[in-house]
């Protein structure tokens, strides 16, 4: 397990609360790209495909938990749609 790819997943997730927070709440998705947020969710089903087949260790469960929060947010923001 790499603790760089490890701390970059850390800090990539740690925005996503507050966008799925604010999606929430403000029941808009002004601001929101729906195309980048689809392009997020191929990116991370390719690292977690990659993580399984090829370098499975247990940084896969921060894609997951990355994957799940961006996940949310999109839905929140089809919700508004």
Known sequence: ??????????????????????????????????????VVIIGYICGITHKIFYNYDNVIFLYLLNFTMILVDFICILETV
């Open 1 to 38: 397990m790499s603790i760089f790819e490890a701390f970059m997943m850390i800090c990539s997730g740690a925005a996503w609360p507050f966008s799925i927070y604010k999606s929430y709440k403000s029941r808009t998705n002004k601001g929101k790209s729906l195309g980048f947020l689809i």
